[in-house]
């Protein structure tokens, strides 16, 4: 079975740090890679995808891609409360995607 | 663009009752796909759609669920009967899958959710 494993968490940072989100995944054939922001209660909403190694930024935001290691994570620089929210890592599996069971985030005021 | 429309937002229905979820995804989208999410399993995937054809059927629980995409804008989930263990927030996603730039791409876009309560 194909899977993409998250810590659940609550991962706490602090207001203004970097908080930094894991997640691995079991296919090596997968090559495109989601995170999603999920507000309790609300749908999970798409924030980064990256498709190559190496790193891609959008703002605060910036996905890293591992291949090898079959490793993608996410960093959110500079936290705002507004960042608290559960964070789900997909991964491509042929024309589906596969969802990790995300991570909570916890920005702390 | 308005997004993914669901309807219901919200349903509660007795055990044994017949539930209908509905969905228009993005226009333009050539895939749609139907989810199911609870506390203790995540986020799981019932059901897509390519084109209007259902193309991986393998995460619907049981005969009790079926869909249906008769055209590109609209799509069903019915699940008949409903049981208890059926409560969950039922989501619905589209996505246009091409490439670009020699990338296969696949993003997705969710609904708001049906919130099904099965008493």
């Known amino acids: 079975q194909k899977e993409v494993e998250q810590n659940s968490g609550p991962l706490s940072v602090p207001e203004g740090a970097i908080a930094s989100l894991n997640c691995t995944y079991s296919d090596r054939g997968s090559q495109s890679f989601f995170w999603y922001r999920q507000y309790s209660g609300k749908s999970p909403e798409l924030i980064m995808f990256?498709?190559?190694?190496g790193d891609k930024e959008d703002g605060r935001f910036t996905a890293q891609l591992n291949k090898a290691s079959q490793y993608v994570s996410l960093l959110i620089r500079d936290s705002q409360p507004s960042d608290s929210a559960t964070y789900l890592c997909a991964v491509n599996e042929d024309d589906k995607i596969i969802f990790g069971k995300g991570t909570r985030l916890h920005i702390l005021p | 663009d308005a997004g993914v429309i669901q309807s219901p937002r919200h349903e509660v229905t007795e055990m044994g009752q017949e539930v209908t979820l509905r969905c228009k995804p993005i226009s333009g989208h050539n895939s749609l796909f139907w989810y199911r999410q609870t506390m203790m399993r995540g986020l799981e995937l019932l059901i897509y759609f390519n084109n209007n054809v259902p193309i991986d059927d393998s995460g619907m629980p049981e005969d009790r669920f079926s869909a249906k995409m008769p055209n590109a804008s609209f799509s069903t989930l019915k699940i008949q009967p409903s049981e208890p263990r059926d409560s969950a927030v039922y989501f619905c996603?589209?996505?246009?899958?091409?490439?670009?730039?020699?990338?296969?791409?696949?993003?997705?876009?969710f609904g708001p959710g049906t919130r099904l309560t099965v008493t």
């Open positions: 990256i498709y190559s190694n």
């Open positions: 996603a589209s996505s246009l899958v091409g490439t670009s730039g020699g990338q296969i791409t696949y993003e997705q876009y």
